[in-house]
C-alpha cells in the first residue's frame, strides 16, 4: 500500500509517512483487506492520519453543502450574531472565540476560523447529558439549505466512521467479538463542523503565532474531513517529517485519530497533530471551507487502554469517553 498518487488533480509530499487506503478492498476480504489493515496500522503509528478511498461518499453531496454554507458565511454578522454560541454548542461559532493551540498549553492568538456546527440528537432523557452532549440544533433560516445538506452528510459521516473504528480494530486482528469497541458507540456523541477560513484581505495580517487553526491534536475516536487544498491549508507533524503539507487527493478523504483512541490503543497510534496554516501572503484572497466531522463514542463509555503487545504504554487507567473529551473543549475556549 503506497501514499496517494502524485497526478495533476492530488498533492502528495515526498515520502509522506501519511498513506492512501481503499475501504471497498478492506470490505471485500481476503489477502486485499489485510493489505489495508497492514497500511492503517503503519500510517498510524507514523502520523495518527489516513486517506481514504472507496468510501462511497457522493461527490456531489459535500459540494453542495459548502455552497450553503458559504451562503450563510457571507450574510452580515448580526445576522449571524442570531445563530451565535459558545464552543461546543450548536450554532455559529464566530471569529476570537477559539484558540486550539491552548489544548497543547500554549498561548495563542485566537484561529482565523468561524464555524457553523452540528451534534448528535440522540438524547438520553438525562438533562444535565442532553443539554452539554445533544443540545438541539439551530438551522438559519437564511440559509435554507443548509439543514437538509448538512444533515444529510453527518448521516453519512457517522456510518462511516463507524466502519473506521470497525477497520482499525481489524488492523490490530481485533475482529467481530474481539473488536473492544464494539458496544461502545451505539448512542456516540459527535460533532460536525464547517469550518470557514476567510482570506487576508477580510482578516487582516496575521499576528505572531496566529493561525487558521493553531497546532492540537482531535480529541475523540476518528475524524473525517472533507477538505479543500490550499496555500494555508492543512499540516501535519510527524517524527519522520516534521511539520509538513498533508497529502490531499480530491477523491479522497483524510482522516486522523484523536486523543481518545490514542488512549485506548496503549500509545500505539499518536493522535494525529495537525495544524492550519494563516493566510499567506502569495495568496491573500484564499477563501477555503472545510467540512469536519468528529466522532466519540458514547458519553458514558468506559475505555480501557489495550495492553501489550499491541499497546506501548502500561499503567494506563480506564477513562469515561465523555469527561476525558470535555477536559479537552473546556481547554481551548477563550474567554
Known amino acids: 500500500?503506497?501514499?496517494?498518487?502524485?497526478?495533476?488533480?492530488?498533492?502528495?509530499?515526498v515520502d509522506s509517512p501519511i498513506l492512501?487506503?481503499?475501504?471497498?478492498m478492506w470490505r471485500s476480504g481476503g489477502a486485499a483487506a489485510q493489505q489495508v489493515c497492514a497500511a492503517v496500522d503503519e500510517s498510524l503509528q507514523k502520523a495518527g492520519f489516513l486517506l481514504v478511498t472507496g468510501h462511497g461518499v457522493d461527490p456531489a453531496l459535500p459540494r453542495e453543502l459548502r455552497s450553503a454554507a458559504r451562503e450563510f458565511f457571507a450574510l452580515p454578522a448580526d445576522i449571524k450574531q442570531q445563530y451565535a454560541v459558545g464552543v461546543g454548542g450548536r450554532g455559529w461559532i464566530?471569529?476570537?472565540?477559539?484558540a486550539n493551540g491552548y489544548s497543547e498549553g500554549t498561548e495563542t492568538p485566537p484561529d482565523l476560523k468561524e464555524t457553523y456546527n452540528s451534534g448528535a440528537q440522540t438524547r438520553v432523557g438525562i438533562p444535565e447529558i442532553d443539554d452539554y452532549?445533544?443540545?438541539?440544533?439551530?438551522?438559519?433560516?437564511?440559509?435554507?439549505?443548509?439543514?437538509?445538506?448538512?444533515?444529510?452528510w453527518t448521516t453519512?459521516?457517522?456510518?462511516?466512521?463507524?466502519?473506521?473504528?470497525?477497520?482499525?480494530?481489524?488492523?490490530l486482528g481485533m475482529d467481530g467479538d474481539e473488536n473492544p469497541f464494539a458496544g461502545l458507540a451505539a448512542n456516540a456523541t459527535w460533532t460536525s463542523n464547517i469550518n470557514h477560513y476567510p482570506p487576508m484581505t477580510d482578516v487582516g495580517e496575521p499576528e505572531p503565532g496566529q493561525f487558521r487553526i493553531g497546532p492540537h491534536t482531535d480529541f475523540g475516536t476518528v475524524t473525517v474531513l472533507d477538505r479543500e487544498p490550499g496555500a494555508g491549508g492543512l499540516q501535519v507533524f510527524s517524527d519522520e517529517s516534521g511539520w509538513a503539507d498533508a497529502p490531499y487527493n480530491p477523491d479522497a478523504l483524510t482522516i486522523n485519530i484523536g486523543d481518545?483512541?490514542?488512549?485506548?490503543s496503549g500509545g500505539r497510534w499518536p493522535a494525529g497533530r495537525h495544524r492550519v496554516l494563516p493566510p499567506q501572503p502569495d495568496a491573500p484572497e484564499e477563501d477555503l471551507v472545510s467540512l469536519?466531522?468528529?466522532?466519540?463514542l458514547d458519553h458514558d463509555a468506559v475505555v480501557t487502554p489495550l495492553g501489550e503487545p499491541i499497546g506501548h504504554d502500561s499503567g494506563r487507567p480506564p477513562v469515561v469517553a465523555g469527561e476525558f473529551i470535555k477536559e479537552r473543549l473546556d481547554a481551548i475556549t477563550l474567554g
Open 292 to 296: 469536519i466531522f468528529f466522532y466519540e
Open 156 to 171: 453519512q459521516m457517522k456510518a462511516l466512521s463507524d466502519d473506521l473504528l470497525a477497520l482499525m480494530a481489524s488492523a
Open 20 to 24: 492512501t487506503v481503499d475501504l471497498s
Open 94 to 98: 464566530g471569529p476570537g472565540l477559539e
Open 260 to 264: 481518545l483512541l490514542e488512549y485506548w
Open 1 to 13: 500500500m503506497t501514499a496517494a498518487p502524485d497526478t495533476s488533480s492530488s498533492i502528495t509530499p
Open 133 to 152: 452532549w445533544f443540545a438541539p440544533d439551530v438551522w438559519p433560516k437564511e440559509a435554507p439549505r443548509l439543514r437538509e445538506l448538512f444533515t444529510a
